[in-house]
């Protein structure tokens, strides 16, 4: 089972008890997903087009991941006026047309991080990163496989509400610091209200 460098006893046992409930394995479209077909399936979702046989598929085997329940930590880059608005805008309703994959330890998310900082001269000034913690009310399915033990996904569409929103300074290996938002987000108890994209930040009705 591959894990994170620095997970502990206690973890690599919790992280082995996720594989052993997960039956991601079992199904194709879901492994493709995770190993390397996401960025067609999310494209797709997040620009509403007609779902293609392999967009369906995974549609399809999402519905039959066992859930999961509790924290999970993922780190994504959003557009500024996705930032915007966010600020302006708590306690609005957040969906994602695609599928949020997370990590259930903060670790892994942080080290995902990290590879992102290295490269971060290289992404476009009009975007921001966001370091995001799904609490243990936003439904989540359980991804986890040997390759990648602690990987979670909220479904496409869930609402999200942001409980939390504050700004951290991360240090490049250049020695330079750069601004990193941390969201914290809970599921939102107003679905009737017309929800934001959480990349673009426009109204989606």
């Known amino acids: 089972m591959t894990t994170p460098s620095g997970t502990g006893p206690a973890d690599r046992e919790r992280l082995a008890t996720l594989v052993r409930r997960s039956n991601a394995g079992l199904h194709t ?26 967009v369906q598929r995974f549609l399809d085997e999402l519905q039959l991941m066992d859930d999961y329940a509790g924290t999970s930590y993922r780190v994504w880059t959003i557009s500024r006026d996705g930032l ?9 309703p ?3 047309l695609g599928a949020l994959c997370a990590f259930v330890l903060p670790g892994h998310a ?26 243990e009310t936003v439904p989540q399915k359980n991804l986890s496989t ?5 990987l979670v996904a909220v479904p496409p ?5 942001l409980k939390a929103l504050r700004v951290v300074a991360v240090e490049l290996p250049a020695g330079a610091n750069r601004e990193c938002i941390v969201a914290h987000f809970a599921r939102a108890e107003w679905p009737s209200l017309p929800p934001y994209d959480l990349y673009s930040g426009r109204l989606l009705r």
């Open 110 to 135: 942080a080290e995902w991080a990290t590879r992102a900082n290295a490269v971060g001269a290289h992404r476009d000034e009009d975007t921001q990163q966001v370091f995001s913690i799904f609490d």
């Open 157 to 161: 569409g869930v609402p999200l509400v």
């Open 29 to 54: 479209a879901i492994h493709d997903f995770v190993d390397s077909g996401h960025r067609h399936i999310n494209h797709a979702l997040r620009q509403a087009l007609p779902p293609d046989a392999i």
């Open 84 to 92: 915007s608005t966010l600020q302006r805008a708590q306690g609005q």
């Open 94 to 96: 957040f969906i994602d």
């Open 146 to 150: 040997g390759q990648c033990a602690d």
